[in-house]
């Protein structure tokens, strides 16, 4: 919640109540609805923009989430804490693209926790990959198996059983030297099968264990960013709202908002915050009510109030907030 003394200088809005007021339109629903308001083009500009500028914050925190040490690394756990931390961070990014389709907004927050959960695998396998391959020693025994190979020689005037054996011994040398020599597997299954080692799952397994938390990570970062897009947003002159004023209340509640409150509900309430939100529109603030009580609190956006409750709301706040 914003201070309480907290008021904006350059919107005089609050203050004339008595200029025409235009009625305010509560948000949309449904995405179809407002952006019908605008050309296709604006709406597929806008998402692109966010959509990029997400994409390349989630990588940035796919890299950070990568720095983390091997016993961080939970399957399921961490991915969807790395989802909620894309979605915190592309949330705020939507204001200045004002992106406020939230079911846009949906699609953009799971590809961006997708791709940073993706990033994160990827140097996550580079790096136990290149740790194997530098772990991995050929063994003493394959130098001296090659070295027998090499020595051996095909017997003169050897029958037929005696070659037989000889190309016998050599093939036993060679598989076993080919074996010693070949370097473990490090493809992205196999490292998806190391990470699941502890559940002893198989590369089948483990591959839908890996796009199982990209489904997580989405999800939580799409939770964000809808949440985000969400927020209040006047379509009509497509700006975000901004509070520029807030105070709370004790109960019991002041007149000009207890016709807003039924009478059963009044009995519980312990206290009220009243917020005046508004946008670049020269229209009356909205005024969005949260009323408290000891088991609950409840949000009441956008509150209608005659031009007289208005009036006598906005002499109890400059009271209360000393601007009288």
Same mark, same amino acid.
Not at 46 to 61: D, K, N, P
Not at 132 to 156: G, H, N
Not at 266 to 287: D, Y
């Given at each position: 919640?914003?201070?309480?003394?907290? #008021?904006?200088? !350059? %919107?005089?809005?609050?203050?004339? @109540?008595?200029?025409?007021?235009? @009625?305010?339109?509560?948000? &949309?629903? %449904?995405?179809?609805?407002?952006?019908?308001?605008?050309?296709?083009?604006?709406?597929?500009?806008?998402?692109?923009?966010?959509?990029?500028?997400?994409?390349?914050?989630?990588?940035?925190? $796919?890299?950070?989430?990568?720095?983390?040490?091997?016993?961080?690394?939970?399957?399921?756990?961490?991915?969807?804490?790395?989802?909620?931390?894309?979605?915190?961070?592309?949330? @705020?990014?939507?204001?200045?693209?004002?992106?406020?389709?939230?079911?846009?907004?949906?699609?953009?927050?799971?590809?961006?926790?997708? &791709?940073?959960?993706?990033?994160?695998?990827?140097?996550?396998?580079?790096?136990?990959?290149?740790?194997?391959?530098?772990?991995?020693?050929?063994?003493?025994?394959?130098?001296?198996?090659?070295?027998?190979?090499?020595?051996?020689?095909?017997?003169?005037?050897? /029958?037929?059983?005696?070659?037989?054996?000889?190309?016998?011994?050599?093939?036993?040398?060679?598989?076993?030297?080919?074996?010693?020599? &070949?370097?473990?597997?490090?493809?992205?299954?196999?490292?998806?099968?190391?990470? &699941?080692?502890? *559940?002893?799952?198989?590369? #089948?397994?483990?591959?839908?264990?890996?796009?199982?938390?990209? *489904?997580?990570?989405?999800?939580?970062?799409?939770?964000?960013?809808?949440?985000?897009? !969400?927020?209040?947003?006047?379509?009509?002159?497509?700006?975000?709202?901004?509070?520029?004023?807030?105070?709370?209340?004790?109960? @019991? *509640?002041?007149?000009?908002?207890?016709?807003?409150?039924? /009478?059963?509900?009044?009995?519980?309430?312990?206290?009220? #915050?009243?917020? *005046?939100?508004?946008? $670049?529109?020269?229209?009356?603030?909205?005024? !969005?009510?949260?009323?408290?009580?000891? !088991?609950?609190?409840?949000?009441?956006?956008?509150?209608?109030?005659?031009?007289?409750?208005?009036?006598?709301?906005?002499?109890?706040? %400059?009271?209360?907030?000393?601007?009288?």
């Amino acid at each position: 919640m914003p201070d309480s003394d907290q #008021t904006d200088s !350059n %919107d005089d809005s609050a203050d004339a @109540p008595s200029k025409p007021v235009v @009625p305010i339109a509560p948000p &949309a629903a %449904d995405d179809s609805a407002v952006a019908s308001k605008l050309p296709p083009n604006a709406v597929g500009l806008r998402f692109c923009a966010w959509l990029g500028v997400s994409l390349v914050l989630a990588i940035l925190l $796919g890299v950070v989430f990568s720095a983390l040490p091997a016993r961080f690394r939970l399957l399921g756990l961490l991915s969807i804490a790395q989802g909620f931390a894309v979605g915190a961070v592309i949330g @705020p990014a939507a204001k200045p693209f004002r992106m406020h389709l939230s079911k846009l907004a949906v699609i953009g927050g799971f590809v961006a926790g997708a &791709a940073s959960v993706g990033v994160t695998a990827v140097l996550w396998w580079q790096s136990w990959a290149k740790q194997l391959e530098q772990s991995v020693t050929p063994r003493p025994d394959a130098a001296i198996a090659a070295q027998m190979l090499a020595q051996m020689k095909e017997p003169a005037d050897a /029958d037929p059983e005696q070659l037989k054996a000889y190309e016998e011994s050599r093939r036993q040398f060679s598989e076993f030297i080919d074996a010693e020599a &070949a370097p473990p597997e490090s493809d992205f299954t196999a490292w998806l099968t190391h990470r &699941a080692s502890l *559940l002893k799952a198989g590369p #089948t397994t483990a591959i839908a264990l890996g796009l199982l938390e990209l *489904l997580l990570a989405g999800a939580a970062s799409s939770l964000l960013a809808r949440a985000a897009a !969400n927020s209040p947003f006047c379509s009509q002159c497509q700006n975000w709202r901004r509070v520029v004023r807030s105070q709370s209340f004790a109960a @019991p *509640l002041p007149d000009s908002l207890r016709a807003t409150v039924s /009478d059963s509900e009044l009995e519980s309430v312990t206290g009220a #915050t009243v917020e *005046l939100s508004a946008c $670049g529109c020269k229209q009356r603030p909205q005024i !969005n009510l949260q009323l408290s009580s000891s !088991n609950a609190v409840r949000q009441l956006p956008d509150v209608d109030l005659s031009e007289q409750q208005f009036s006598e709301l906005k002499r109890l706040l %400059d009271e209360v907030q000393g601007m009288s």
